[in-house]
């Protein structure tokens, strides 16, 4: 028997390019090397590629994921939701699409919760589908929330050295800006220190970026960094955290990338999502905080408009592979 971890790979919204980037991600041998992978989804799913496939890949579907071969070649995929004899639209909003991968998340997590697989790799789903689909899940990030029962959970996008833990993400931006407060900011800090400790770094550098242009330039540009930031910044020090900060939004991403911190904390969701997909688009990846299972995903949509083309690039998936057998094997992020 192999000592192989299994990890859990959704399909994602099968009528955009989750089918074809996880194609193309299991075609590289070196994923096997690590792993048994296991789609969750539909063998159908696959129809959209299948002609790019060739014989180069085959395809199975498999009933329990103990039965997932972990064979380069083979893509091995669990369905035991009903979908495995649906036909997706290609490139296009779907209601059968959407409830099919809302259904894929799920029973993800649940592989996850019950120690079938050890971590769990998203391809992307589609937020408007999923409401036209009655869906009261916003995305990825609220399902987790709600089955894990998790006061806070959180998205830390990673490209590269880059690593952006976000306060909030699918907040308005005016509501983004009223939810930083010293409560929220410590808390994330707290939570970032915690996760860092677990994948291996001995004391994280975490840095805080203010809110406000020039951090406020001592309260001149707005109270938040004065009120609510570096107050937070300070009880986290008190309790032996290694953050600092509020630092001007517009330099503390060049002192990560060039090594000064191990990941910046920032205030809402355009603030990090811009620093990394301009420092690494096609190497951004997700993972979550504050869920008791660990979650890797892409960083990108379902793009209908090139879905059943071949056009797609894999990188996100094969980055959000390698980070999930990394920090589920304990080794230090990013080393």
Not at 99 to 110: I, M, Q, Y
Request: proline letters at 4%; a negative charge.
């Amino acid at each position: 028997m192999s000592n192989r971890p299994r990890i859990a790979i959704t399909m994602g919204d099968p009528s955009g390019i989750g089918p074809e980037v996880v194609a193309k991600a299991l075609q590289r041998e070196e994923i096997y090397e690590r792993a048994i992978p296991v789609v969750v989804g539909a063998v159908s799913g696959f129809d959209s590629v299948r002609e790019y496939l060739g014989g180069k890949i085959r395809v199975r579907g498999i009933s329990a994921p103990d039965q997932a071969a972990g064979e380069a070649g083979t893509i091995d995929v669990l369905n035991t939701d009903g979908f495995e004899e649906e036909k997706f639209p290609v490139g296009q909003l779907s209601v059968k699409s959407a409830t099919a991968s809302h259904t894929w998340v799920e029973s993800a997590v649940r592989l996850c919760r019950e120690g079938s697989t050890v971590a769990m790799v998203t391809a992307p789903v589609n937020k408007e589908a999923w409401h036209m689909a009655g869906s009261k899940d916003t995305g990825h990030q609220e399902v987790f929330k709600r089955i894990s029962g998790s006061d806070y959970v959180a998205t830390m996008l990673v490209s590269g050295v880059l690593r952006c833990m976000h306060l909030s993400t699918h907040k308005p931006l005016r509501e983004a800006c009223d939810y930083v407060t010293h409560e929220n900011v410590l808390r994330a800090i707290r939570l970032t220190h915690k996760h860092f400790l677990g994948w291996g770094f001995d004391n994280p550098r975490i840095a805080v970026a203010g809110l406000n242009p020039h951090a406020s330039d001592n309260g001149l540009i707005g109270r938040e960094e004065l009120d609510e930031i570096a107050p937070a910044v300070r009880d986290a020090q008190a309790e032996g955290i290694n953050a600092n900060g509020p630092i001007p939004a517009d330099s503390v991403f060049n002192q990560a990338i060039h090594g000064k911190h191990d990941v910046v904390v920032v205030m809402y969701h355009d603030q990090g999502h811009i620093a990394i997909k301009v420092h690494g688009f096609e190497q951004s990846i997700s993972v979550n905080l504050g869920i008791p299972w660990l979650r890797t995903s892409v960083d990108h949509g379902t793009a209908f408009d090139i879905a059943g083309k071949w056009l797609a690039d894999e990188t996100s998936m094969i980055e959000a592979i390698r980070v999930a057998l990394e920090l589920s094997s304990g080794e230090r992020l990013g080393r």
